[in-house]
C-alpha cells in the first residue's frame, strides 16, 4: 500500500490541515495518510482526524520506543552534541520528537512519500512512486547546494568517508523524500551503531538532528538514491523552498517558469507565525495566501478577514518594543 505520511502535533496544528487539505485537493481521499506524534500533545489533531477516515494518527508505541533508543544510542556515540546542546540550554536529546518520522519504515505502507508539517501538497506524486520502483530513496529538493547543514564541516572524517562528488550529489533535505517499509532492518541498524561507535559520530551535525542521520544512513550503507533535481533536465526542474519568491500562481497551484510544482516549503518560518496569522494577526510572509487557501480548504469562512495594515514577518521590532524587550529580559 502507498502513502503519504507526516510529523506533527498540536502546536503545527494550522500547518498540518493545510497539508492534509492540500492532499485532498489533490486525491479526495482516496490517498491514505499518516500522521507520526512528535510528543503526546496530539489532541487538536485527533479530534480532527474523526472526520476524516483515511488519515490516521500513529501509535504503535513499540515501534516509537524502538526508534527513540535507536536515536539516543546514536547521539550517545558523538563527541560533543550532548555537551553542545547543554550549553544551549536545550534537553539531553535535542529535538528527540522530530526522529518519529522513522517509524515510517515499519509502517503502515509498503511505499511513502514523508513531508514535513510545513509543506503543501501541489502535484500528484506519482513520479515519486515510480522512480520507488528503481530506487530505495527518491527527493526533489537542492539540499547538496548546502552540505553545512547536514554534516559537520568541520570534521575530518567527512572526506574520507564520503568523496566529493557524492557529497555533491546525494546529499537531500529530511522534509521530503520517498522511501520503503524495512529499509532499515535491525541489522542494518546495528551496522550504523557500530561504526558510529567507531569514530565516524563526528560527522554528524547536531542541530539538524533527524536531517544528518538520514543522509547518514542513507549514504554509508549504500542506498540507491534519486534526485529529481539532478536528474531532470534544466528547464524542467522546479524550486520548492519558500525562499524562492518567483513562483507564480494559477488556481492556488504554484508554477516555476511553466513547471508546476511538485511540493512549497514553508522552511525557516515558525509554527508560531502560522498560529498567530489564522487567529486574526495581520503578518505577511511569502505565499501567505496559498497556506491560508489550503488552511481553510474545507471552511472557507472561517478565514481570518485582516482589519489592519499588513506588517512583515522579518520586520525589525520598533524601538519601544526592543526597550520593552530588554526589560522584560531584565526582570527575568
Known amino acids: 500500500m502507498d502513502g503519504i505520511c507526516t510529523l506533527a502535533n498540536d502546536r503545527v496544528y494550522d500547518q498540518l490541515i493545510a497539508l492534509i487539505n492540500s492532499i485532498e485537493a489533490i486525491y479526495g481521499q482516496t490517498m491514505p495518510v499518516c500522521i507520526y506524534p512528535y510528543d503526546h500533545n496530539t489532541e487538536k ?13 500513529y501509535d504503535h508505541q513499540d515501534s516509537i520506543q524502538k526508534w527513540d533508543k535507536f536515536v539516543k544510542d546514536i547521539w550517545d556515540t558523538h563527541p560533543t552534541a550532548q555537551t553542545h546542546w547543554q550549553k544551549l540550554g536545550t534537553d539531553q536529546y535535542h529535538r528527540l520528537g522530530t526522529h518519529r518520522r522513522y517509524c515510517a519504515f515499519d509502517a503502515p505502507f509498503d511505499r511513502f512519500v514523508y513531508m514535513d ?14 522512480q520507488l520502483n528503481h530506487h530505495d530513496w527518491v527527493v526533489y529538493d537542492f539540499q547538496f547546494k548546502d552540505l553545512s547543514h547536514v554534516y559537520s564541516l568541520s570534521s575530518t572524517k567527512l572526506k574520507e568517508l564520503f568523496n566529493p562528488k ?18 532499515f ?5 546495528e551496522m ?15 542541530m539538524a538532528p533527524d536531517q544528518t542521520i538520514l543522509n547518514y544512513m542513507v549514504m554509508r550503507l549504500g542506498l540507491s538514491n534519486y534526485n529529481f533535481a539532478l536528474k531532470l533536465p534544466a528547464d524542467k526542474t522546479t524550486g520548492c523552498s519558500v525562499t524562492s519568491l518567483h513562483f507564480e500562481n494559477r488556481d492556488q497551484i504554484l508554477y516555476d517558469k511553466g513547471n508546476r510544482l511538485t511540493y512549497l516549503h514553508y522552511i525557516g518560518l515558525s509554527s508560531k507565525l502560522f498560529h498567530r496569522v489564522c487567529t486574526g494577526e495581520n503578518i505577511d510572509f511569502p505565499y501567505r495566501d496559498i497556506f491560508l487557501y489550503y488552511r481553510y480548504l474545507h471552511e472557507p469562512e472561517q478565514r481570518p478577514k485582516f482589519t489592519t495594515k499588513a506588517k512583515a514577518y522579518n520586520a525589525i521590532p520598533s524601538l519601544g518594543t526592543r526597550i520593552l524587550n530588554k526589560l522584560k529580559l531584565a526582570k527575568n
Open 45 to 57: 489533531i485527533a479530534a480532527e482526524l474523526v472526520h476524516r477516515p483515511h488519515v490516521t494518527l
Open 117 to 130: 508539517a510545513d509543506t503543501i501538497l501541489m502535484s500528484p506524486l506519482d513520479h515519486i512512486f515510480t
Open 166 to 183: 557524492r557529497l555533491q550529489t546525494e546529499i537531500f533535505c529530511s522534509g521530503f523524500y520517498g522511501s520503503k517499509k524495512d529499509i
Open 185 to 189: 532492518p535491525e541489522q542494518n541498524r
Open 192 to 206: 550504523i551503531l557500530d561504526f558510529l561507535r567507531q569514530g565516524e559520530a563526528e560527522v554528524l551535525y547536531d
